[in-house]
Nanobody
Framework: HVQLVESGGGSVQAGESLRLSCVGS????????LGWFRQAPGKEREPVAT???????RYADFVKGRFTVSQDSAKNTLYLQMNSLKPEDTAMYYC?????????????????WGQGTQVTVS
């Protein structure tokens, strides 16, 4: 049974940092494509960052240079380090896993989703 559980969200001031975590169970995160998506109120869910099973990363233009995606195989955990946060980063953040080594930004390609963690920047 594959499960993804996010944590690390919260309320911060603009310019501050947060690190989101996503613990996977029922599969080995290092063999899957993993991604972070977000959904702001009244908006569609959008991709934020992805990391393939060979650690190739991709970022949305709006987070380049501010966010870093990584994974720890020993802990079976995906991370999103978010620096220089802006009010427009306020959203529910979801981690997702795709049962394939390479990544896409198309959310329909992802097989498993976490429940989300809220990030609020004021």
């Amino acid at each position: 049974h594959v499960q993804l559980v996010e944590s690390g969200g919260g309320s911060v001031q603009a310019g501050e940092s947060l690190r989101l975590s996503c613990v996977g169970s029922g599969f080995t995160v290092s063999t899957y494509c993993l991604g972070w998506f977000r959904q702001a109120p009244g908006k569609e869910r959008e991709p934020v960052a992805t990391i393939s099973s060979v650690s190739s990363t991709r970022y949305a233009d709006f987070v380049k240079g501010r966010f870093t995606v990584s994974q720890d195989s020993a802990k079976n955990t995906l991370y999103l380090q978010m620096n220089s946060l802006k009010p427009e980063d306020t959203a529910m953040y979801y981690c997702a896993a795709r049962n394939y080594w390479d990544c896409t930004l198309r959310e329909i390609s992802y097989n498993y989703w976490g429940q989300g963690t809220q990030v609020t920047v004021s």
